[in-house]
């Protein structure tokens, strides 16, 4: 059988590997809000928890400092409107001078400062507004500081243990006592070379699968293309955002990544046509009646069926498809 070459769309994927991590737009690290020693740890790694959920609780004399300082802000803050209110009476009775009307109410509006700036301090510490007023009037001196979640996820990380002592505020770079993270996604970050970066676009489908099983696809897209080049490896990182079917994708795992990169126009034969022989793969070109031409030819990839030749015919060419295997032993 007697068969051109011919034109079929062949889509065109980029092969590479990748390391997979947690989504940090999903990602939380919690750090001590004040300085004290850990009484009691409540949470473990794997906990699935929501917001709020305790964590742990610090025995911080930081926060006792910081109750008195608002019942001292709140107790100024009292004198000085009594004060301003004093003031007011008698500069209307035109017993004071408008100076010391004006002295008086800066001071009331620095007591006011202070007062806010005591209850944002302990806000911060994790104090409910609702407890502000026994704070104040000093009922509630509890030094103890119950840390919570700030958001869900699953607890992968803890770094803390009862009776240690941490810090907050000595260094740029705190340490985390946690580290939850939702897990329904994952980044993977695949490492392109130079030459294949320009094949790379936002947005471009990507194909994860993991060494232990090929047959598992998690599908996602490009998501975040790096502007730098590893200096060692010569890469730029690509990251994919993937679902995390059943939390089988691991921080730290490798695995491999396809990412289409388009399509092309190839010139493909049925694979029948092919031949080798003595290490040369080659075809059979009709060149007129009981006549015919070995043509080394290079080839490319599979297409169900046919394969892609890179070089050796054109369409115009006209191949042995079918009894080749018979012809190539008469043909030199």
């Known amino acids: 059988m007697i068969s051109s070459p011919e034109y079929r769309t062949r889509q065109q994927a980029l092969e590479t590997t990748g ?28 906990n699935i928890v929501e917001p709020g959920h305790r964590l ?30 004093l003031a007011r009476e008698l500069f ?9 009307l004006r002295d008086t109410e800066n001071d009331y509006r620095k007591a006011m400062a202070e007062k806010e700036r005591a209850a944002s301090r302990l806000r911060t510490l994790g104090v409910p507004d609702s407890q502000l007023s026994d704070i104040a009037a000093r009922t509630d001196t509890s030094t103890t500081v119950v840390v919570t979640a700030p958001r869900g996820g ?16 000595q260094s740029d770079t705190p340490p985390n006592l946690f580290l939850i993270s939702d897990l ?11 030459p294949d970066v320009p ?43 993937v679902p995390n079917r059943g939390r089988a994708l ?8 396809i990412i289409s990169t388009g399509s092309a126009k190839v010139l493909a034969l049925p694979q029948s046509a092919i031949q080798q022989e003595n290490n040369e793969t080659f075809v059979l070109i009709v060149k007129g009646k009981d ?3 070995r043509r080394p030819v290079k080839l490319g990839a599979d297409l169900d069926g046919a394969v892609e030749v890179l070089n050796g015919v054109t369409s115009k060419d006209r191949v042995v498809s079918t009894g080749s295997i018979l012809l190539k032993r008469t043909v030199k």
């Not at 803890?158 to 810090?167: C, D, F, H, K, T």
Request: proline share 5%; aromatic share 6%.
């Open 184 to 194: 329904s996604t994952m980044w993977v970050l695949a490492d392109v070379y130079e």
């Open 291 to 293: 006549e015919y031409e």
């Open 250 to 257: 691991k921080a730290e795992m490798f695995v491999k990544v």
């Open 154 to 169: 699953v607890i992968v990380e803890r770094n803390v243990i009862p009776g240690q002592v941490v810090a907050y505020g």
């Open 92 to 100: 209307q009775a035109k017993a004071i001078a408008q100076k010391e």
């Open 19 to 46: 390391k997979v991590q947690f989504n940090e737009e999903r990602l939380v690290r919690v750090n001590a809000p004040v300085t004290g020693r850990v009484a009691e740890v409540l949470a473990h790694p794997g």
């Open 199 to 241: 094949t790379v676009h936002l947005g471009q489908a990507a194909v994860v699968t993991l060494p232990c099983c090929p047959g598992t696809r998690y599908e996602g897209r490009v998501s975040y293309i790096s502007d730098s080049v590893d200096p060692q490896s010569r890469t730029v990182k690509v990251r994919v955002v």
């Open 56 to 85: 742990l609780v610090l025995d911080s004399p930081d926060l006792g400092t910081a109750k008195s300082d608002y019942a001292k802000a709140v107790s100024d803050l009292e004198r000085a409107e009594k004060a301003v209110t």
